[in-house]
């Protein structure tokens, strides 16, 4: 008989993860997702429920978790700065104590691991566009500390998993990823943008709205998360996951407002402590490693993505 991969998928009710649970349920795989719901939805994963290969399970990370599964995609973790700086001292235990948990977890089963991690492990970048191989400018004691540390050092016990105890890891590092199913209220630019146009709200700039961000559509990134851990055991990563089309905000603005046809007005709200100036990914390890690239451009992907903002918006004006 054709043997059927368990594969876990936490945090597989937020956004990411709801299409990552969707595409490997197309792969024929079961699979469990976990999640505590402090920023992911039911019905993220609402049409899911009818797959017999699919389960959802109320669990928070930071407690351990005895199931057997041959891979971990681990996504847990709030990812807005408005939702992850909610409860700080949260957010670090979901990343590290998460990490030890589901590493543990990884190294009893031996399954494969996959690790969420960010491009805001590379902070305030000096240098650009963003190479692996570059160390961060991280600010420890601001106010995304919590984040940025938090992944970095799980980062750290991920690599010393492989070296001390031979678990098979892989460690994506994910720029700016957006599209349907974020949450309304997440707080994050492409979501509040389109909420505020749709609703013909000003559109909040912070800052000069000159600093930049490089935007990869929802099902671009979820491809490159399932090559990266099909990929051999010698792959470990870290790779940059990301579309290297790079926008200020305030382009970003523009467009949005010409796409929604909105009469919204931008205005300026200060610059958060510690927001990046720039990002933008070099991709060149995941060409060559994974033959992977984005395909979908950013005016491409905000079409589906302001669709589903409209219906929400809908929802929410009753
Ligand atoms: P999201 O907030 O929609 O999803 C995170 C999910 O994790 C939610 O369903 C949330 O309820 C769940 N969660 C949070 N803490 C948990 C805990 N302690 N135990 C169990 N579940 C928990 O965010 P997203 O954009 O889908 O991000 C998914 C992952 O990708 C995160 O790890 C994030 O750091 C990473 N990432 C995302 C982006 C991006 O631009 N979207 C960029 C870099 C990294
Ligand atoms: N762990 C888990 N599920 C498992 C195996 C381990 O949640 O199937 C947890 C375990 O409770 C521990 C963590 O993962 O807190 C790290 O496990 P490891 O075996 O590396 O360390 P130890 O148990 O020796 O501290
Ligand atoms: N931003 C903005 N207006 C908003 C929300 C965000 O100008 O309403 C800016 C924010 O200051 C940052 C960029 O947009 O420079 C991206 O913010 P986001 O919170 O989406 O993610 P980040 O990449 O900073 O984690």
Redesign the pocket.
Known sequence: MHYVPRILV??G?????SFLCERLLDTGAEVLC???????RRTNVAHLLDNPRFEVMR????VPLFVEVDQIYN??????PV?YQFDPV?TTK?SVH?AINMLGLAKRTRAKILQ?????VYGDPEIHPQTEDYWGNVNPLGPRACYDEG?RCAETLFFDYYRQHKVQIKVAR?????GPR??PNDGRVVSNFIVQALKGEDITLYGDGEQTRSFCYVSDLVDGLVRLMNTGDDVTGPINLGNPGEFTIRQLAEKIIEMTGARSKLVHKPLPQDDPRQRQPDITRARETLDWAPTIALEEGLRPTIAYFEEEVRAMLG
């Open positions: 936490t945090g009710a937020g956004f990411i993860g976990v999640d505590n719901f402090f920023t992911g669990h928070d990370v930071t996504m847990a973790c709030p990812a807005s939702h949260q979901t998460g969420a991690s960010t491009s805001e992944k994910i720029f700016n990823t957006y974020m949450h």
